[in-house]
């Protein structure tokens, strides 16, 4: 049995995981970096370790440092989120040389995952369909230019080490072939020291969508349907939902088996997720797998009725997965908005800052799993992501109209947030008609950026309100005149030495 | 009283001619706006004209005379023009003229690379600092050919919002 | 068609009904009485007008006065919440002249189910099965000690057109026949007007179920399945589930198709409530028809999907009922907690106040239907019920996890609630174990009521942190001695004249 | 300093041996804790100790030395003792045993009923005043027989928690 886990995470799925871990009598361990100490995980967990400063090298990465805190603290697991270890294998691999838990799979399974060609290979011997290219690494500039012709341009340079758009080429032209190869090379090499590269059809505008799969370790493989993630800015997910639009149910149980077969070539143990890119005409093509939970994985939960981390913990220890392929039927749609701080009408630049008030979405169909309160300051050092808000309706219009009335409702000040760039996007007609793949935005810049203007009432409201406001606190000067001022940091006044 | 909405280049004149309680009357321009406005919790205002219901939160920016202004649909930034505004406005005239020459960080982050000393020569468009914030790199170019006058930070420094990082001559 | 819905409420069931209104693009209109400026429903409204003093009988019960709002703002509806005049006969009746439509049931229909006689007729015409008893007023002395000793004691004599508990008096010897027929009648005649009387077999101990329905005005009538609402305290419900543990799936199939039939025998419109009487051997009886929303609706929207205030105003415009009885199926197991402001350790005790802190709980399976907020000052004119707390589950063992779990976040500061009481409730054996009655609370005194003391460390823990936030405020007011004490209220600061 | 804990009869002797940012050395009577404590917004705190992490959340009731501290489970009453406190207390012992012949209401509410008048003599177990709140009605009544000396409210007026509203001689 699992009685204690410690989250090797922070943020909003430290506070997720934790939750489960709550409803299943376990306990928790948070560990944080400098930056983290006022940070929700803490606060919430029922112990918590600091481990480092505030970049995630010299913390949240600390494998050695990490363990040592569970050893201490006698944790039987580790949670990893996702990001920062997730799917890292040695740490798998040292979780299991100290006898701790990992919940997730093992550091083979996230090798052979980890490498586009290994799991390419893989995806090939077991009958999933692949992107069309070659399985074969590009080793001399001939071999490679008759490759990239015969597969037909346009093409992708990738790295089989790769990630996070490092070592990737788009070759449209014949000319473009051999620098596109050695620009690939050279960046793969210096990103994660290994020129290994391969190539694939480069398909246009496609449709990002992936399966939930669970499995546990007596082979027992399902899966829980599709994700549509084709919402994308800076090849970046903003907005999911479940049922696709696209998909047929013909096409949902052909993909889904071959997500199946995906993990069981693998012997794959957990949660997992098969990303498949998907054309217009219903073709779908083995992307990559990751070894982990998705941030999109609630809108599973919610049409599905399964909490994947609890089912994530019970695998991990061990537990036979009860649920059965039959279980699994997507009851109405959800669509999960991710919030972050940013500033979408100045190219999505990040806005850190002080959370000023904070009213979050209440009442039918609303979950939110944020970790930011009234009063914290979002660190400078981590993801800008601060919540994500998942809907439910009975069928998908309802699902929007929920998601639009949620985003209204929801009031963070302080900072800047992707909130209003959300609620254009419920309101565009693509959108809304569900026809649309990963070139949405960029599609639709003209309304998209375009800020809804509120007619001149909007004006003179707020110079009244900040003329009141003004009159107020000039007043509270006057009769208070050493009061301090309300942009004065609480935090500069700690740290008053000894008493 | 004078209020500047300088991104939207209005300038109101306002006045309340009436208030008990929670009830005023305002002249902007020359409409008036009877309204019934709460404050419910801080700087978070209630206000009810014509039956509309709004919901605006004021939040003072710098000392208490320039505000950001939240409406539900957009934000609003303002400064109140009172007689201590206007005598540092007519002592600085000219000097505002400067701003040009400073590259200001628009967030909090850390400084990643500085690429330019004291006195050197730049050029339109020629990258000076990177900034790093949430995982996310920015550069910030020089808008003009110039010389360095003052770097004013280094490489691992966190910065702050509005910061001023480097100053042209 | 409805464009836009005055709410004849306040507190969190006038947000619930606006939350749907906005999600189908339907405005709202709020009315607030004096008390209620800075309440939520009219901080969400589109619109917001006063209707009068603080209390109800000058406010919110004023017909004429909402339908003058009504009409001068163009409401196409008037919905009324529960409570206040949403099972107003004549407020029905007035609507319909002024061609406002009233979301709820014809005032002929309010009427029959509204006087108790009436309805148990109606019940016993169309073969719902009802608590022993007779349907005849008691006339005469004699009469009234045979009717007595054929049902058998214990009874309860009951007002006819009773309601809140007035003029009803439990009979348990034969002695207290004449006695209780009096006090029962004269207390009748002072709260109602109207001094007819009847008598019922009394149930000791019974399971309170009650089962949803809807119907449109085409005569398509179904139920959607029932609530559990035997945890009581002072007859007033404060936790209540879906499924019932009691009930078997053909007892409750059986039950379901006689509250329709109930619905059906008085040409029920709009959704509607038939509440049963059941005792330990699953025998059931009709106890009352509520001919509106009830408090507990949100756990039976969460188990069916059905968005029951959506269903209503469609129903209200008129249109066709689209779901069928076969499209009802409960999914999962949902529990509503009612949050209070109150002291469970002291009576019951309201506890009407500031609000200084609150922190509502997130995540999976979570849903809140509340109103306040952070520097809200809960008015003592009105219901001291403060939020909802919606939870689902796979199954009921974890749906009470969930609870706990939720319970755990949830922090309201400033004033007391019974959220202590509600966990204590939550770790109940006979609670789990879903063996309960309405003698639930009375029953489990012991545990309920003491206490869970922490040990010493959080008194050490307190002393603490009491500690340094004293001498941080020591400081503060000798750097700036002027400064306002927190417990000044920054409402004393407002109506300072003309300027 | 002294704390008090009137409820649980306790009085802690406290002292902070050490402090550097938020890291406290406690010595609470005869035991130290080293404790981690942060103000993460208005009086809520996050201590940790020992690994384990507490919000607690700290209100003063009174002036500054009064608080209702929330943990986890429990709520808790203390007094801070301080030298003005001691001298205060030191001149009114004796005074505050006339508590008892006061009727105060613990919540703010609404005066529905006064069934006494100054000079009444009352029983113990007698109504004196209802005050509804929030629905309810309810009773106080005297804890004996004596005197009215004075009725301090009347039916109709709105009275605060803590209010007295009648004392007895």
Redesign the interface.
């Not at chain 2, 009436?18 to 929670?22: A, C, M, R």
């Not at chain 2, 039956?51 to 005379?65: M, R, W």
């Not at chain 2, 790093?132 to 996310?136: C, E, I, L, T, V």
């Given at each position: 049995m699992i009685k204690k886990v410690l989250v090797a995470n922070r943020g909003e799925i430290a506070l997720r995981v934790m939750r489960s871990c709550r409803e299943m009598g376990i306990s928790t361990v948070a560990v944080f970096s400098a930056a983290d100490r006022t940070s929700q995980h803490v606060r919430y967990a029922d112990e918590a370790y600091p481990i480092g400063p505030a970049p995630s090298n010299e913390s949240y990465l600390k494998m050695e440092k990490i363990l040592e805190v569970a050893k201490k603290c006698q944790a039987d697991a580790i949670h990893p989120g996702y990001g920062f270890l997730s799917e890292n294998a040695l740490f798998s691999q040292r979780c299991r040389e100290e006898g701790i838990i990992f919940i997730g799979p093992s550091p083979e399974v996230i090798n052979t995952m980890g490498d586009k060609i290994s799991a390419r290979e893989k995806m090939v011997d077991s009958g999933v369909p692949v992107v069309p290219g070659t399985n074969d690494k590009l080793i001399s500039d001939e071999q490679a230019i008759k490759v990239v012709l015969d597969i037909g341009l346009p093409v992708m340079i990738k790295a089989s080490a790769g990630g996070g758009g490092k070592g990737m080429r788009l070759v449209k032209e014949e000319k473009e072939i051999l620098p596109s190869l050695r620009g690939a090379r050279s960046e793969a090499k210096a990103a994660f020291g290994n020129d290994t590269v391969y190539v694939e059809k480069f398909v246009t505008n496609p449709h990002h969508i992936e399966f939930q799969i669970l499995a546990d370790s007596f082979g027992h493989v399902i899966h829980l349907c599709e994700r549509e993630c084709s919402v994308q800015r800076r090849h970046q997910k903003i907005v999911e939902e479940t049922p696709s639009p696209l998909l047929t149910p013909e096409i949902r149980e052909q993909m889904g088996r071959h997500a199946v077969q995906a993990a069981r070539s693998v012997g794959y143990e957990g949660a997992g997720t098969i990303e498949f890119l998907v054309d217009n005409d219903l073709n779908y093509y083995f992307l990559e797998m990751n070894t982990r939970l998705q941030v999109e994985h609630p809108i599973t939960e919610r049409v599905t009725g399964v909490d994947l981390v609890k089912e994530q913990i019970r695998i991990a220890a061990g537990e036979h997965l009860k649920i059965k392929q039959s279980d699994i039927i997507q009851q109405g749609h959800a669509i999960e908005c991710r919030i972050y701080a940013e500033d979408p009408d100045n190219n999505f630049m990040p806005s850190p800052g002080k959370i000023r008030h904070l009213t979050e979405p209440l009442g039918l169909g609303v979950r939110v799993d944020g970790y930011v309160y009234e009063g914290y300051e979002i660190p400078i050092y981590y993801d800008p992501m601060i919540s994500k808000l998942i809907v439910w309706g009975a069928h998908r219009n309802e699902a929007i109209e929920v998601m639009k009335r949620a985003l209204h409702e929801y009031k963070i000040t302080g900072i800047k947030t992707s909130i209003p760039f959300l609620e254009r996007i419920m309101e565009n007609t693509d959108f809304i008609l569900g026809q649309y793949d990963t070139g949405l935005i960029e599609n639709n810049r003209d309304t998209l950026f375009n800020i809804k203007v509120c007619n001149l009432s909007c004006q003179d409201v707020s110079i009244m309100v900040a003329y009141v406001d003004h009159l107020r606190r000039r007043d509270k000067q006057l009769e208070h005149p050493s009061t301090p001022q309300p942009s004065e940091s609480a935090w500069k006044k700690t740290g008053r030495g000894k008493r | 009283?004078e209020?500047e909405?300088p991104k939207?280049e209005?300038t109101?004149q306002?006045e309340?001619l009436?208030?008990?309680?929670?009830h005023?009357v305002?002249k902007?321009d020359d409409?008036t706006?009877e309204?019934?406005?709460?404050?419910?919790?801080?700087?978070?205002?209630?206000?009810?004209?014509d039956?509309?219901?709004?919901?605006?939160?004021?939040?003072?920016?710098?000392?208490?005379?320039k505000?950001t202004?939240?409406?539900?649909?957009?934000s609003?930034d303002?400064e109140?023009i009172d007689a201590q505004t206007k005598y540092l406005r007519s002592r600085n005239t000219g000097a505002t003229a400067d701003s040009g020459n400073m590259i200001r960080v628009?967030?909090?982050?850390?400084v990643m690379e500085v690429f330019v000393n004291d006195g050197d020569t730049v050029t339109a468009g020629q990258t000076l600092v990177i900034v790093?914030?949430?995982?996310?790199e920015?550069e910030y170019k020089s808008g003009r050919d110039g010389l360095v006058k003052k770097v004013m930070v280094k490489p691992g420094e966190?910065v702050d919002?509005d910061q001023i990082m480097i100053v042209l001559e």
């Open positions: - | 009283m209020i909405l939207q209005r109101a306002v309340i009436e208030n008990e309680g929670s005023y305002f902007i409409k706006f309204i019934d406005l709460v404050e419910v919790s801080k700087g978070i205002y209630s206000l009810l004209h039956g509309k219901s709004y919901n605006v939160e004021a939040i003072p920016t710098k000392g208490i005379t505000y202004v939240n409406t539900f649909f957009q609003f303002l109140i628009p967030m909090p982050g850390k790093s914030a949430m995982k996310m920015s966190t919002s």
